[in-house]
């Protein structure tokens, strides 16, 4: 069923939908008082949004045993980075209107721009990595090595957050929170591959009587 | 664009057509205080009523008000809630207290409780455009009205132990549900203070309304500071008691966190925010961001009332 060709089209439809929805608004004039903090919000939650779609595959694949949701976490993640190029160039655009002199003293002082900046470059080499042929290149253990900066990506995402909130730092909790249980998965997973086999472990042969 | 009109034509008449629609739709909602009726009816934040005889202030600016739709739509009142477009929508179910007096104490010979209509009649009501610039970073102008809160001080006469003022803001639990520290990150009732001369100074206002109307409930209805060198979080909204006192009084923003927020919070683009520049602002409905003023451009009248004090210390 995760296999069907329309599925991938389906998904990449529902992805772009908060970006249609944001141009939709813009088309009525709808972007709140302060339309640049609006997009710069908007973006930017999205952008969390699909970086903890992404780190949710592999628990959701290995707990569910659905292996073929692997199909998708390219997809996801290639969306995570769309929505934070435009969050990003909101800022640099019409914040900043690309005034590099103001960007690097901002990177430079504002914590929260700095780890939110770091965030968003660990992403590049992702998304310039993401395809096949990439994999091939890289061989499978370098490239799974290179990928593992999504987390902390999504780190910096949190914390990028927590440090600009105000006082209500619920969202921020929230989104620790997911990445944090996203990312104990795979460190308890990788604790439990470690050990030695007192876990006994089913092999074909066991399992077929 | 909003085009000034020339002296003595209301913004209640310029007013878009919705609006003005609205206000008639809404005439029943009229609180008794404004009208003299019996019936103690609470209003909607729809039921602005127009004000009358206000008069020109020499502290208005000359630059152009924002639009009342965004003054109205873009709120930080964390007693309903901390999303600042949603809080217009949260207001919408809240009633105001048909009675509604605001305690002045403390140091004073003279202490008293002032209803809202009492106030509105104290002293000649202006319309003073001020600029009002918030912490965040975005700042708006409003043609807010009212007069000096030193009429309202000086009748009730501070005593020579009063060095500054304490207010506080309207509370009440069940009828504003978020409410609460856990959902909003500041302890309630909102409290907030200033030095003695900082709140007798003529330009620190006892506002009861804006754009020629009554206050609509997310600006602070019926009775608010405005206080517009400072940072907004200082102009507390919905004031229910004015106490004079001889310390320094606590206030919400700088329990919350000392570090950032001071008591003084004067608008002050050389002393940055821990984790932001207050170097410059957005005027909202204008694209790119415009450098902040020092007090934000009333260092003329209110720079003397700091002089010697290290701002960077005291922020």
Known sequence: ?209 | MLIRKPAGIRYSEITPKDLYFNRRKFLAGIPAAFLGAREALAPSTAAATSLPNVQKSQFSTTEKPNSYKDVTNYNNYYEFGTDKEGVAGNVRKFQLPAEWVVSVEGDVAKPRKISIEEIVKLAPLEERIYRHRCVEGWSIVVPWIGFSLSELLKQVQPTPKAKYVAFESYWDQRREPLARPELAGIAFPYVEGLRLDEAMHPLTMLTVGMYGETLPMQDGAPVRLTVPWKYGFKSIKSLVKIKLTGSMPPTTWNMANAHEYGFYSNVNPQVDHPRWSQATERRLGELRRRPTLMFNGYGDQVASLYNGMDLKKNY
């Open chain 1, 1 to 209: 069923m995760l296999r069907k060709r329309w599925l991938k089209i389906v998904l990449f439809l529902l992805c772009l939908v908060p970006c249609l929805y944001l141009a939709w608004r813009a088309w009525n004039q709808d972007l709140t008082a302060n339309p640049v903090e609006y997009i710069t919000h908007f973006t930017g939650d999205w952008t969390i949004r699909f970086l903890v779609f992404t780190l949710a595959i592999t628990p959701l694949r290995k707990t569910l045993k659905l292996p073929d949701l692997i199909r998708f976490r390219r997809m996801l993640g290639l969306f995570a980075f769309f929505y934070g190029c435009l969050h990003f160039s909101t800022y640099l655009v019409v914040d900043k209107f690309f005034d590099f002199h103001e960007i690097v003293a901002d990177v430079a002082k504002r914590r929260f721009i700095t780890v939110g900046f770091t965030g968003f470059v660990l992403m590049i080499p992702l998304a310039v990595t993401s395809t096949a042929g990439w994999i091939r290149r890289m061989g499978g253990r370098r490239w799974q090595l290179l990928h593992r900066l999504v987390y902390a990506s999504a780190v910096a995402g949190v914390i990028h957050y927590y440090w600009l909130v105000k006082s209500d730092i619920r969202l921020p909790l929230l989104y620790g929170f997911l990445v944090g249980i996203l990312l104990a998965f795979r460190a308890v997973a990788s604790l439990l591959n470690r050990r030695p086999a007192a876990v006994p472990v089913r092999t074909p042969l066991r399992d077929n009587p």
